[in-house]
T-cell receptor, first 112, second 110 residues
Framework: DAGITQSPRHKVTETGTPVTLRCHQT?????MYWYRQDPGHGLRLIHY???????DKGEVSDGYSVSRSKTEDFLLTLESATSSQTSVYFC???????????FGEGSRLTVL | GEDVEQSLFLSVREGDSSVINCTYT??????LYWYKQEPGAGLQLLTY?????DMKQDQRLTVLLNKKDKHLSLRIADTQTGDSAIYFC??????????FGTGTLLAVQP
């Protein structure tokens, strides 16, 4: 299994509070991604990173920011959580010659 | 824009074949993928196919690609209860970002 760890795995918070999810990899891969998974929508890309301090937006980036200060860590921040951000968040890294992604176990976030 | 579509649900009996279908829009995709997600877990790569191929077989799995119609399918032979999961297709598109479908929930009845 690819060495990807997400934390926390479960979090319940209140509307308006800041939340940071962490993704840590031990594979030294350049590309890292944050997706959210919601019923009926599949996986949607929030942000991705193509190197230290290099990030770009995905299709559902509003309300989210990211940071990557070192290769192994990619942080996803909700500055002021809303109920619409209740979801399961997956981190992924890109490895191998065929561009496939390897996923973490997911972080389930509930915003009350 | 890029879009990947799948039917939401498929129910089969144990021992039958399952066929999960997917349509995509980006003809520049180099690879197309099938992922499996079991309850409470992340996605795991099942198989992939290079865009210049039209078929790939891997044990019980057969992937068919029709580039003209932008249609991808995954056939699982002799479906078992352990195959019950959500299956996602994904395309690589023109960038390093994978675009995923909505997922198909496969329910295998004993």
């Amino acid at each position: 299994d690819a060495g990807i760890t997400q934390s926390p795995r479960h979090k319940v918070t209140e509307t308006g509070t800041p939340v940071t999810l962490r993704c840590h990899q031990t594979e030294n891969h350049r590309y890292m991604y944050w997706y959210r998974q919601d019923p009926g929508h599949g996986l949607r890309l929030i942000h991705y990173s193509y190197g230290v301090k290099d990030t770009d937006k995905g299709e559902v980036s509003d309300g989210y920011s990211v940071s990557r200060s070192k290769t192994e860590d990619f942080l996803l921040t909700l500055e002021s959580a809303t109920s619409s951000q209740t979801s399961v968040y997956f981190c992924a890294i890109s490895g191998g010659n065929t561009g496939e992604l390897f996923f973490g176990e997911g972080s389930r976030l509930t915003v009350l | 824009g890029e879009d990947v579509e799948q039917s939401l649900f498929l129910s089969v009996r144990e021992g039958d074949s399952s066929v999960i279908n997917c349509t995509y829009t980006d003809s520049s995709s180099t690879y197309l993928y099938w992922y499996k997600q079991e309850p409470g877990a992340g996605l795991q790569l099942l198989t992939y196919i290079f865009s210049n191929m039209d078929m790939k077989q891997d044990q019980r799995l057969t992937v068919l690609l029709n580039k003209k119609d932008k249609h991808l399918s995954l056939r699982i032979a002799d479906t078992q209860t352990g195959d019950s999961a959500i299956y996602f297709c994904a395309e690589s598109g023109a960038t390093n970002k994978l675009i995923f479908g909505t997922g198909t929930l496969l329910a295998v009845q004993p």
